[in-house]
Each structure stands twice: as structure tokens, then as C-alpha cells.
């Protein structure tokens, strides 16, 4: 008798009961893009704004991920896949590098709004998936994953969780000489947004050097954040860090 090995993603798979949210969570959702929409249409890049509405995101209701899959594939080949929540690094990488993001499904309370320590279906639907929209981040991040599927040594792990860091999560870029931010951590998070727009943070043109050599700080509002000039000088690092790694030299 032959067993099936399950990929390390397996576990984590869930379906989203789309019909299981109640009128609440959808008026919760409504607030929530409400707080921090009107800031974004001023302060986000366009691969973000374009990204909504490529996607279908919708103001009033929460997100459908195979309505919003449905629209990314043709696109980029990304989908939203739903998971149960947390997932331990190997099945993390295997999701990104088969275009997969790993979707969480709940929603945070009312009491709330202002912040979640675990990422949420609006950090993650909200935050992160219009980029998925865009072909050169698209890459980018399917690339990443795959390499990080590879490694098993964690002080390298660590260097390259900085370039998500301050990419997926806390990137910003330079676009017709103003700073406008395309990181999930950004664009979910009023705080954090405003922390930038406000100029309370330093921005630093990108350096992959620098950028490995920064160490992540969760604790508090970011000091220092690195604004890329386009998408494909991510994408172009990403891949000379894939080889500083397999040379040993990261």
C-alpha cells in the first residue's frame, strides 16, 4: 500500500464559507477600507491603485478569493489561496513559488480596527494582492519563493526575509519625484502610512546591501524604509541575491 506524501502546504489548505460572513464582519470591512482608502488614492503607487481594481477589491463587502483568483489568472497566473492561518516557513515558499498566496479568511473584530498582531483577510487580501496584478512584482515574488524553498540554512533565511521585509511588506517607491508606498505593512496600516507620509521616516534609495544588512524591528513604527525607482530593480535583486547565496557570500 502506496501513501500520497503531502506537500508541506497541504495541511494548511482550507475553503472560504464566503456565505459564512455575517452583515457585521461585511460593515467592519466597509470601516476598514473607509480609515485608510482616501490616503491611498493619494499616497499609493499606481501598480497598487491599478492592482485594485484589476482584482475587483470592492469597498462595502469582503473579499471573494475565487472571484478575485478568477481575475488574477489570466493576468499573472497568481491566485488567493485560503489557509487555515500561520504557516511555518517550507509551506510558506512552496505557496509563492507556485504563484499561490496564502489567504487567511478571518476577519478581525470591531474592537480591533486599528491593529491585529496576526495578519488578517484584509492585511492580506487588502494589503497584499493587488500587487499580485502587477507582471514584474508578480515574478518577483514567485522567484522568491521558490529560492527560499531551497534553503535550509537560517541565518541566510533571515538575510532574505529582510528583502521581503522591506519589499512585499514595507516597500516604497519613488515615482514622479514623490514617495508612494506599495507594501502590505503600508497599506493596511493607518500608522504606519502616515509615519512615512508625515516624513518621520528616513527613506534610503535602495541598496540590496543595505537592505540585508538592516535588521527587522516589529516593535515599533519604522525609522528607516528604502524606496526602489521601479519594480524590476526588486526583481534584478532578487536575483542577485540568489546568487550571493548559492555563493555562500550573502
Known sequence: ???????????????????????EQHAVWAELVSRVLPELEKH??????DGFEIIGLQRDYLPNLRSI??????????????????????AFFEMLGTRRFPTTTWLRSRESLAYTPEPDIFHDVFGHVPMHAH???????????????????????????????????????????????????????????????DGHCAIHEF???????????????HKLLFAVSSFDQIYEAMHEAERRALSCSL
Not at 3 to 20: G, V
Not at 158 to 184: A, D
Not at 207 to 221: I, N, R
Open 207 to 221: 541598496s540590496l546591501a543595505e537592505v540585508l544588512s538592516t535588521p527587522v524591528k516589529v516593535d515599533e513604527l
Open 1 to 23: 500500500m502506496t501513501t500520497e506524501m503531502l506537500s508541506p502546504a497541504d495541511p494548511y489548505m482550507i475553503d472560504q464559507d464566503y456565505s459564512a460572513y455575517t452583515v
Open 135 to 197: 507582471p514584474v512584482f508578480a515574478d518577483f515574488l514567485e522567484h522568491y519563493g521558490r529560492v527560499c524553498a531551497t534553503i535550509s540554512d537560517a541565518a541566510v533565511l533571515e538575510k532574505l526575509g529582510r528583502l521581503f521585509w522591506y519589499t512585499v511588506e514595507f516597500g516604497v517607491i519613488r515615482q514622479q519625484g514623490e514617495i508612494k508606498v506599495y507594501g502590505s505593512g503600508l497599506i493596511s496600516s493607518h500608522g504606519e502610512c502616515r509615519n512615512v507620509i
Open 44 to 49: 499609493a503607487a499606481q501598480a497598487y491603485l
Open 69 to 90: 483568483s478568477a481575475r488574477l489568472a489570466p493576468r499573472t497566473g497568481w491566485s488567493s489561496t485560503p489557509v487555515s492561518g500561520f504557516l511555518p516557513a517550507p
